[in-house]
């Protein structure tokens, strides 16, 4: 009889662990699937207006059910390079201020920004993000994401912010030339020349004026 309700007990054991395995085996229902983006198309163009340059990205918006993807946006991030070689950031994940540029409701996305304008963010060194250049060659390309800011692994005594969710491949970079100001224009004088056949007879007059007056004084 003590072995036969060992049995039955060690079966009822045995059939709830595998249940509860069955359970953290089985994916909700209601679980959402981040698809991951596809690389941007974008353009970009200048405009230089009293020796400022405006440098303005034309992102092409890409498909994305923002309902049923709740809490996850589409978003996009720049990158920027002087040689082609070492891309700088324009934007950082822990910028609670100034994160990543949501994709617009419309058929584009317009990011623009300044020549020489400097986006950082101050936590620490590491974190600094991109310098846009006054003057010279600068190339920049995009990347798509989608996903949700929040918590990661905590480490180095704190948890930073990450991305959760899927992000694109960087798109093909695509460089321009910003102008270098031009100086200021000097002030020159305004005082009228004179050349010397205008000088020399109008001298004569003078004094031929000066010797009839002095003629008709004596008389």
Request: charged residues 15%.
């Given at each position: 009889?003590?072995?036969?309700s060992k049995c039955?007990?060690l079966?009822?054991i045995?059939?709830?662990?595998l249940?509860?395995a069955?359970?953290?085996?089985v994916?909700?229902?209601?679980?959402q699937?981040?698809p991951?983006?596809?690389?941007?198309?974008?353009?970009?163009?200048?405009?230089?207006?009293n020796n400022?340059?405006?440098i303005?990205l034309?992102?092409?918006n890409q498909?994305?059910?923002?309902a049923n993807?709740?809490?996850?946006?589409?978003?996009y991030?720049?990158?920027?390079?002087v040689d082609?070689?070492?891309w700088n950031?324009?934007y950082?994940?822990?910028?609670?201020?100034?994160w990543?540029?949501?994709q617009?409701?419309?058929?584009t996305t317009?990011l623009?920004?300044?020549?020489g304008?400097?986006?950082y963010y101050?936590?620490?060194?590491s974190?600094r993000?991109?310098?846009?250049?006054?003057s010279g060659?600068v190339?920049?390309?995009v990347?798509?994401?989608?996903?949700?800011?929040?918590?990661?692994?905590?480490q180095?005594g704190?948890?930073p912010y990450?991305l959760?969710g899927?992000?694109s491949d960087w798109?093909?970079?695509?460089?321009?030339?910003?102008?270098a100001?031009?100086?200021?224009p000097t002030?020159?004088?305004s005082?009228?020349?004179?050349?010397?056949?205008?000088?020399?007879p109008l001298l004569?007059?003078?004094?031929?004026v000066?010797?009839?007056v002095r003629?008709l004084?004596?008389?």
């Amino acid at each position: 009889m003590g072995c036969l309700s060992k049995c039955l007990a060690l079966i009822l054991i045995l059939t709830m662990a595998l249940s509860c395995a069955s359970l953290l085996m089985v994916k909700p229902a209601n679980a959402q699937t981040i698809p991951k983006p596809s690389v941007p198309e974008f353009t970009i163009q200048t405009q230089t207006q009293n020796n400022t340059t405006t440098i303005t990205l034309t992102i092409r918006n890409q498909p994305f059910d923002a309902a049923n993807q709740y809490p996850n946006g589409f978003f996009y991030n720049v990158a920027v390079s002087v040689d082609a070689k070492n891309w700088n950031e324009l934007y950082h994940v822990e910028d609670a201020s100034d994160w990543y540029p949501q994709q617009s409701n419309s058929s584009t996305t317009v990011l623009t920004y300044v020549a020489g304008e400097t986006r950082y963010y101050p936590m620490n060194a590491s974190q600094r993000v991109g310098i846009i250049p006054k003057s010279g060659e600068v190339a920049f390309k995009v990347q798509a994401m989608i996903g949700h800011r929040d918590r990661g692994a905590f480490q180095n005594g704190f948890m930073p912010y990450v991305l959760v969710g899927e992000e694109s491949d960087w798109s093909t970079a695509q460089t321009i030339t910003i102008p270098a100001s031009s100086p200021p224009p000097t002030s020159t004088s305004s005082i009228p020349e004179f050349p010397a056949l205008i000088i020399l007879p109008l001298l004569f007059s003078l004094f031929a004026v000066a010797a009839i007056v002095r003629h008709l004084r004596n008389r």
